[in-house]
Each structure stands twice: as C-alpha cells, then as structure tokens.
Antibody, heavy 124, light 106 residues
C-alpha cells in the first residue's frame, strides 16, 4: 500500500518561504509524477506543480516564479518550496502521486494517492 | 491552459435520487479526465479516471462518461455518504481542476 507522509511548518510570516516534504513509502519512486496541490479555505483545488523521479519539473504558470520542487530518490522524498509567502497563500497543501495513463507521446496523469494535507497559515 | 467548467455549482437532491454532474473542457482532452470526491475536512478521493474507469474500491453507482470536451459523472442512487463536493481534473499542458459541484441534501 502506497503511503504519502507530509510535513513542514504550518505557520509562516509574510515574505517567508514555505518548505514542505512528502515521503513516499510502499512503492517505487520512479514512473510517476509527484505533485503538490493546494486548497484555500472554502475554495477549490489548485495545482502547484509536479516533479518526476529524474527531477524534471513543471509548475503552474501563476506560481512559477516562486516555486521550486525537488526529489531525493535515495530517501523517496520530494519537496516543495514556495517563496515570498503572503496571506493569499494560506491554504491546505497536499502532496499527491500522479499515475500516468496513455502512451509515450500522448498521456496525462491522475492523482490516485494523496497525503493527509498540511494546513499553512500566513500571518504577521 | 485548458479550463474545466463544472455545472451546476450546487445540486440539491434527496437520498435515492440520481445525480448528474457535468464537466466541460475549453478544448478537447480526449478521454484524459478524472473525477474526485471531497467531503468536508477530508482529502480528495479519486473516483473515476480515463473518463469512465472506476478507481479501486469505488461503488458501481458511480459512473463516468464522455470524451473530447463534455463529460458527465453520474451517481445512480445517492447514498447519505455521497453528499460532498466533486471535482474534475485534466492534465494537458498543465494540470487544472474544475471549480467543483457540491451535492447537498435537499
């Protein structure tokens, strides 16, 4: 059974950097997309970005200038950093596994396993 | 960016009734669409992938259909535990979710 365990600071001040880590257990790290999703209070889901086992990343264009994702394959971890946090970044942040469907040249992924979420509040 | 528009925003139904939720994409996504259920205070749960395939452990009363730009999630007979928010998702050149449909008890 695949489990995602996430952790990181839950209370930040404006301008600080969010750092979250997600540990993958029970499955190989390769062959998937590893993603971060957030949900502001009472709002919908927002994709932050993805990283694969090779460290290739792709970010939401609206957050791209502030986001860095990375992988640590030796420990089956992947991480998120989001700089210059503001109150608008207050949200629950989820890590999730992207399971690929399709062919080599025409594919997408869906999110079949999720972490429990980390509530992040930005306040002075 | 492909925009997913879900309708209606809220669906008020009684247990036992049929629920029909719509997700429309701003351009074709083929069959590359997934649906999720989220209950208050809980993590989203995958229901349907590839537009029509039920995820592991999902009851048969949930079904998905459609391709291209128009997709439907149907709950054939609502159980009390089905009242929740439902999201569709695609991953074309970037990943997007629809705005969600809340299925509430009438």
């Amino acid at each position: 059974q695949v489990l995602l365990q996430q952790w990181g600071a839950g209370l930040l001040k404006p301008s600080e950097t969010l750092s979250l880590t997600c540990a993958v257990s029970g499955e190989s790290f390769s062959g998937y997309f590893w993603t971060w999703i957030r949900q502001s209070p009472g709002k919908g889901l927002e994709w932050i970005g993805e990283v694969n086992h090779n460290g290739a990343t792709y970010y939401n264009p609206s957050l791209k200038s502030r986001v860095t994702m990375s992988v640590d394959t030796s420990n089956n971890h992947f991480s998120l950093k989001l700089t210059s946090m503001t109150a608008a970044d207050t949200a629950t942040y989820y890590c999730a596994r992207g399971l690929i469907s399709g062919t080599t040249w025409n594919y997408y992924y869906y999110l079949d396993v999720w972490g429990k979420g980390t509530t992040v509040t930005v306040s002075s | 960016e492909i925009v997913l528009t879900q309708s209606p925003a809220t669906l008020s139904l009684s247990p036992g009734e049929r629920a029909t939720l719509s997700c429309r994409a701003s351009q074709s996504v083929g069959s590359f669409l997934a649906w999720y259920q989220q209950k208050p205070g809980q993590v989203p749960r995958l229901l349907i992938y590839d537009a029509s395939n039920r995820a592991t452990g999902i009851p048969a009363r949930f079904s998905g259909s459609g391709s291209g730009t128009d997709f439907t999630l149907t709950i054939s007979s609502l159980e009390p535990e089905d009242f929740a928010v439902y999201y569709c998702q695609q991953r074309g050149n970037s990943l997007t979710f629809g705005g969600g449909t809340k299925v509430e008890i009438k």
